[in-house]
């Protein structure tokens, strides 16, 4: 199953949207007394066993939204985004949500061939000599920008 947190995907027309899936997992951060009263991490390292707790609550949340999601009879989640909400002193919920639609292959768009289109433009430097026969150049616009030709008398 295709998961993205991008509102649509490359290639793809959303041909049927089952409506939003979510799930949640929780995790603690272990904490041990010291002998001098203070808390420490169960790890030396502290965001190593953290790090690795909430990859774990990652795969198990991403699992489940999988599950919701095929249970919709969906083909893909789009538009996902994760939350990490503090519960309390030492607890942890991750928040996934989505919506479950299902794809098909998009049609090729084909764009129209834009043509070069020829302006002729008085050049600055003409306008403000204010030249009684003022200099004109002709030039070719291509994508809103102007490219000078060639200077005629």
Do not use: C
């Given at each position: 199953m295709l998961?993205?947190?991008l509102p649509a995907i490359a290639g793809f027309e959303i041909s049927a949207a089952h409506g939003m899936v979510s799930t949640t997992a929780s995790m603690t951060r272990r904490v041990l007394k010291t002998s001098m009263g203070g808390a420490r991490s169960a790890q030396?390292?502290?965001?190593d066993g953290f790090s690795a707790?909430?990859?774990?609550?990652?795969?198990?949340?991403?699992?489940?939204l999988k599950q919701e999601?095929?249970?919709?009879?969906?083909?893909?989640?789009?538009?996902?985004s994760e939350q990490l909400?503090?519960?309390?002193?030492?607890?942890?919920?991750?928040?996934?949500?989505?919506?479950a639609v299902d794809l098909k292959k998009a049609e090729p768009v084909e764009l129209p061939q834009l043509q070069p289109q020829v302006v002729y433009v008085q050049t600055?430097?003409?306008?403000?000599?204010?030249?009684?026969?003022?200099?004109?150049?002709?030039?070719?616009?291509?994508?809103?920008?102007?490219y000078p030709q060639f200077a005629r008398a």
């Open positions: 998961i993205t947190n030396e390292s502290g965001s707790e909430l990859e774990e609550a990652r795969k198990r949340a991403f699992a489940q999601a095929s249970e919709l009879g969906a083909q893909a989640i789009i538009g996902v909400h503090t519960v309390g002193e030492s607890g942890y919920m991750l928040l996934l949500s989505g919506t600055e430097a003409a306008s403000q000599a204010q030249a009684y026969e003022p200099e004109i150049i002709e030039a070719v616009v291509r994508d809103n920008v102007i």
